[in-house]
């Protein structure tokens, strides 16, 4: 068996709506909006650079059920990049863009290889003539919750093998729901040369020779998804694996702590923050400011953080600034000062109420969409990091208020 190099990439979302953020000036969201499009563009220029043999792509290629024209165009445009320099692709699609969805519209180049819902193995030789199967299946349905690893078969000795799967393994811990679990012993059985994993968008290596990765997700889509994302390239040859993790992200999320320890006026915090902003690396971010060491602060200067006057301030100063460097939120203690601030009692109820609303309360809220005949069949239980975020919004629009 000769050498092969492949990129490994998931979780895409293209076109994710950016929850939250709508309130953004107009240039900074359609900015973010475009970031996942430009992360894919990164994905296939750095993969006709590498020539790379192959391409798997292991789910969520469109973040919603109904992914949209532009987003199917945008991508359509990238698999025909990626055709014109002979570079096969391998999709899986998950549980954002499931079989049972509905379909593409535009019709895809033949370099695209899309898995049914039913186990299968597709066959590839590579330029150099070596041979490799590469198995995998789509969710014909939002929601798979039995395990489906026995449906794979054990990999001939003749030729590399490698698994695409799209779900959950047992021991990591993670936000994202429960999808088609499976165990790395249950993999290891098989004797693959390399698991392509999607679906968590953490970037794990869960097993090394054989590999069992997960790359994580292209482009950060909210504040808990921060640091570099992008996808590996890997190489193969023989009983040697080497993995080359490649940045794609077009916009970063960082949060940036800094201390108010001893700040005696309201102008030392804006410096201390400029000053820490000014230490980021260079290149597109999107920040949360988190603010420690508060006991100090007055209640005037508190005051001005929570009504909004700070973060109004910062964005002023950055929004102008070439490239990208926003500040979308300020998060802090509220121990000292904040305290003595007295609280809206309306505001406040409101805030307690969201906060420690469940599930069906959140269904009760929403129940005239729920039971509305047209729309009801395309909605799905909120996320927490949608109630997170709508519970931000609410909190930020009735500070604005006050």
């Not at 994993?197 to 950060?220: A, F, K, S």
């Not at 121990?335 to 601030?341: D, H, L, M, V």
């Not at 409101?350 to 129940?367: N, P, Q, R, Y």
């Amino acid at each position: 068996m000769g050498k092969i190099r492949f990129f490994h990439v998931a979780d895409l979302h293209l076109d994710s709506p950016f929850i939250g953020l709508k309130h953004l000036p107009k240039e900074v969201f359609e900015r973010i909006h475009n970031s996942t499009f430009a992360s894919f563009e990164k994905v296939v220029r750095e993969a006709i650079v590498r020539q790379i043999d192959f391409m798997i792509i292991s789910g969520d290629l469109f973040d919603e059920e109904d992914r949209s024209i532009r987003a199917q165009a945008k991508l359509l445009k990238q698999f025909n990049l990626l055709h014109s320099n002979n570079i096969p692709v391998y999709v899986v699609h998950g549980n954002h863009d499931h079989l049972g969805s509905y379909r593409l519209e535009l019709d895809m180049p033949d370099n695209i290889h899309i898995f049914n819902a039913e186990t299968e193995v597709k066959q590839l030789t590579v330029k150099n003539g070596t041979t490799v199967d590469i198995v995998g299946f789509s969710y014909g349905k939002r929601h798979i919750q039995e395990r489906r690893v026995a449906d794979y078969p054990k990999r001939y000795d003749d030729r590399y093998t490698i698994g695409i799967l799209h779900g959950s393994e047992g021991s990591v811990h993670s936000s994202h729901e429960t999808y088609a679990p499976f165990s790395i012993r249950e993999l290891l059985e098989k004797n693959y040369h390399y698991w392509a994993l999607g679906h968590i968008h953490e970037r794990q290596i869960l097993h090394e020779e054989p590999y069992i990765v997960y790359p994580g997700n292209i482009q950060g889509r909210h504040r808990k998804e921060t640091g570099e994302k992008g996808c590996y390239e890997v190489v193969l040859d023989h009983h040697h694996t080497e993995l080359t993790f490649i940045p794609t992200h077009d916009l970063m999320w960082r949060t940036c702590r800094v201390s108010l320890q001893a700040v005696q006026r309201f102008g030392e915090i804006f410096q201390r923050i400029q000053q820490a902003l000014e230490s980021l690396e260079k290149g597109d971010v999107l920040i949360e400011v988190i603010l420690t060491d508060d006991e100090s602060l007055t209640q005037d200067m508190a005051a001005k953080i929570e009504n909004g006057d700070l973060l109004e301030a910062l964005q002023t100063e950055y929004g102008s600034q070439q490239g990208l460097k926003w500040i979308h939120s300020i998060r802090w203690n509220h121990t000292q000062a904040s305290r003595g601030i007295e609280q809206d009692p309306f505001r406040q109820e409101v805030m307690e109420t969201l906060e420690s609303m469940g599930e069906e309360d959140w269904k009760g809220a929403l129940a005239e969409m729920y039971e509305h005949p047209s729309i009801y069949r395309f909605l799905d239980p909120l996320k927490e990091e949608e109630k997170k975020s709508l519970i931000e919004e609410t909190e930020r629009l009735l500070h604005n208020k006050g």
